[in-house]
């Protein structure tokens, strides 16, 4: 039954269980995720198992099975086998398809006893290349289940003792991220209770489950899991979230059909006889059991016989027999046999059918769009993950509206900005930190009632709270566009801005994944490959206008820092991808004290850069923290900047420099006071916010570029420095060589 409650949906005192819709200023009313149904108190939700779902359509192997033959797991066996629990090897899994309520909510039943005890898998399920997971592993004499929303693993450990030959039932029931029981054999259950991911809901689950193993292209299973084996045992009952999805004692098996399906009892496949059927054998009346378990046996038929088609007109015939016979000089000989399963006859098709392309990781070129109907949940709630890596510093990732509300992730100078409205005024939040270009990054976005957040990586929530909302009932959901919007329907807030390009994988809003079909799509292909994945470079590589760049560790330099350059270098030489890290103990001292004395010697190169260049850099790179960074900006004046912890102060000099030729800066500050000379001029001054005096830095300092995010130089508002600099003089500590420095990075004599 809802009811009304009275306050706001931004006060931190909603009891609401999930979501919680704004009725007036005063009041509200809660409501349930999709799957889920509201409780009579009002408040709390519970799993709805009425709920009918569509299995999943397998479209493909995870993985291809080395096995002789490739029929499906009854068709050679008795039917009284379905009855016998399932094998598992170590090696072999079964995949079962799942329904979509298991992203917040998984209530696991699993019966098995062990044959060997040896550490395994029992069940998983979770992303193929991501951080979500949650399993069940047999660990030396004990159950662990482990699970992760995405923020860090929680692990479970129930103590037991399994004998070989036992059989045991495990039940495990995971809510949201913060809440787990297990329980053994109806013993008491384990119950644990993780506060810190009470705001994290669901868990990502790409392919289904798998039981008995998982497959070894999931990353990081080792370290997920604590083991990247199978179990080796038998199984007998898998229910999850109350679906039977296998009980042998009932014949029921819903798993993708598989050439791996053993039977408990039964020998090993591998150890049995092949046996080539033909048509003269049966002729002959050479039988073969049917319950004979140590027997595969294959038919084969004659293509001479009547009903047969000609060899010479062979309708669908497999690409590779047909080949065979167009390459062979005379005809096969009489009764040359066939497998049935590699030569398939049926109708032929007059009109090829269009090809579906499903893609995995889809590549947006700034035009691309995939456009997908917005499901009803979007009207109450939003939860949006999108896994992505970037080409280009600006792009519209995700884009909703309808009439005048609107939900839009953007991609700005590389900071991720989420535009949302309820229909009156919109409210803007932006990600910490800047995203680097050609690194995988993952976002997330929540809205509930006025509630809305922005999580980019493993950076924290940005939370902000939405203006009233417009209470009219709409016919509508609208569409969801993916890489390029519908400019018409740009909110007026946004600003001009191209569609986005880079990659996309694994999109989820509200549990349900988006599918990436071409029957959505527009201008979308397959995501190619970074460019730095196989150049080959021996350290670091950075990705620079989409081409690599090897990172050289001096002496060595080159195009792969197969090269050595002389170590006599009179002045240090900078391309705009080289920097030095300082981290002398003299140097960091002087600089988080409450005084700097700083004095740089350099040249710049006469060169077109719309971007300031660092000069020198130390501390927090989006210049939110304490940082001071001195650069020269793209009119050829000299700039400082300066945060020790409450403002931000700049300080420009008058004094244009001019390229190719040696200028001298100089940067004084003592305490709040902070004075700026060029080339002996007059100095400008400024001071500091009250309430600081000290720089808090806790990273080392950069000379010729700025600490960068993943090791990329594209995607920000500032370039590395591209000319020469003789030395940097800090109090009494000169830098003037690479050797005194902890890295030198394709840095180069300059010849005075």
Not at 25 to 33: K, M, N, Q, R, V
Not at 390 to 414: C, H, P, Q
Not at 421 to 448: F, M, P, Q
Not at 590 to 610: E, R
Request: one cysteine or more; aromatic letters at 8%.
């Amino acid at each position: 039954m809802v009811t009304a409650a009275h306050g706001s949906c931004a006060s931190e005192h909603v009891l609401c269980e999930q979501l919680c819709e704004t009725l007036s200023p005063e009041a509200y009313e809660c409501s349930c995720w999709e799957g889920h149904l509201l409780q009579d108190d009002g408040l709390s939700c519970k799993l709805n198992t009425d709920v009918q779902y569509e299995a999943k359509k397998r479209t493909r192997k995870l993985e291809t099975s080395t096995r002789p033959f490739r029929k499906s797991s009854g068709e050679y066996r008795k039917k009284s086998k379905r009855t016998k629990p399932v094998s598992f090897k170590g090696s072999n899994y079964l995949e079962f398809p799942i329904k979509e309520d298991t992203y917040l909510e998984t209530n696991i039943t699993i019966q098995f006893k062990v044959e060997e005890h040896k550490d395994g898998i029992i069940f998983f399920g979770g992303e193929l290349m991501g951080d979500d997971f949650l399993s069940i592993t047999l660990d030396g004499p004990n159950i662990v289940t482990r699970h992760d929303c995405g923020e860090g693993t929680i692990e479970d450990m129930y103590h037991g003792q399994f004998k070989v030959g036992e059989w045991h039932e495990i039940q495990v029931w995971r809510k949201n991220c913060d809440l787990t029981e297990m329980s053994l054999d109806g013993g008491r259950k384990l119950v644990d209770h993780a506060d810190e991911f009470r705001n994290y809901k669901g868990i990502t689950m790409d392919e289904g489950v798998f039981l008995g193993a998982a497959p070894h292209n999931i990353e990081f299973l080792q370290q997920k899991t604590g083991t990247s084996d199978g179990f080796k045992g038998c199984v007998r009952l898998l229910i999850v979230n109350g679906e039977t999805l296998l009980n042998t004692n009932e014949t029921i098996n819903k798993a993708y059909e598989t050439a791996s399906t053993y039977y408990c009892g039964e020998i090993d496949p591998s150890q049995k006889r092949i046996v080539i059927v033909t048509d003269e054998m049966l002729a002959n009346g050479t039988t073969m059991e049917d319950d004979d378990e140590e027997v595969i046996k294959i038919e084969m038929y004659d293509l001479t016989q009547p009903g047969i088609p000609k060899i010479d007109k062979p309708p669908g015939m497999h690409p590779s027999i047909a080949k065979m016979l167009e390459s062979t000089a005379t005809p096969p000989p009489l009764g040359h046999p066939v497998l049935k399963e590699i030569l398939g006859y049926g109708d032929v098709a007059t009109t090829p059918v269009p090809v579906q392309t499903t893609w995995k990781v889809a590549h947006f070129n700034g035009g691309s769009k995939i456009v997908v109907p917005a499901p009803d949940s979007i009207l109450s709630y939003v939860e949006l993950s999108i896994q992505f890596k970037t080409e280009k510093s600006s792009g519209v990732i995700f884009f909703w509206k309808e009439d005048a509300k609107f939900l839009t992730v953007t991609l700005e100078n590389s900071f991720i900005k989420v535009y949302a409205s309820l229909g009156v005024d919109a409210t803007i939040l932006r990600s910490e930190n800047a995203v680097s270009l050609y690194h995988w990054h993952k976002l997330e976005v929540w809205r509930s009632g006025k509630g809305v957040l922005l999580k980019v990586n493993k950076q924290g929530w940005v939370e902000s709270e939405l203006h009233a909302s417009k209470s009219e009932i709409l016919e509508g959901t609208g569409h969801i566009f993916l890489g390029s919007p519908d400019i018409q329907d740009v909110p007026t807030v946004m600003k001009d801005i191209d569609g986005f390009s880079g990659c996309v994988k694994r999109v989820r809003l509200n549990g349900r994944s988006i599918v990436m079909q071409s029957v959505y799509a527009t201008n979308v292909s397959e995501c190619f490959q970074d460019p730095c994945a196989s150049f080959g470079c021996p350290k670091g590589c950075i990705s620079h206008n989409s081409a690599p760049v090897c990172q050289c560790d001096w002496p060595k330099t080159g195009r792969k820092c197969t090269d050595l350059s002389d170590t006599t270098i009179s002045a240090m030489k900078f391309s705009g991808l080289s920097y030095l890290e300082v981290d002398n103990e003299d140097v960091m001292s002087h600089i988080t004290g409450d005084s700097l004395d700083m004095a740089v010697n350099f040249k710049i190169k006469n060169t077109t850069q719309h971007l300031r260049q660092i000069l020198v850099s130390a501390g927090d790179v989006t210049h939110e923290d304490d940082f001071f960074e001195l650069s020269v900006d793209n009119n050829k004046f000299v700039r400082f900047a300066l945060n020790l912890g409450s403002g931000t102060i700049v300080l420009t000099h008058p004094k244009r420099i001019v390229e190719d030729t040696w200028n001298t800066v100089e940067v004084i500050r003592k305490k709040n006071s902070v004075k700026l000379s060029v080339n002996g001029e007059d100095p400008i001054s400024t001071f500091a916010p009250d309430g600081a005096e000290q720089l808090n830095v806790y990273r080392n300092v950069f000379i010729g570029n700025n600490h960068l995010p993943e090791g990329s130089t594209d995607g920000h508002d500032f370039a590395g420095f591209d000319g020469c600099i003789i030395s940097v003089k800090f109090d009494q500590t000169i830098i003037n060589h690479p050797i005194q420095t902890k890295a030198a990075i394709n840095i180069q004599d300059c010849a005075i």
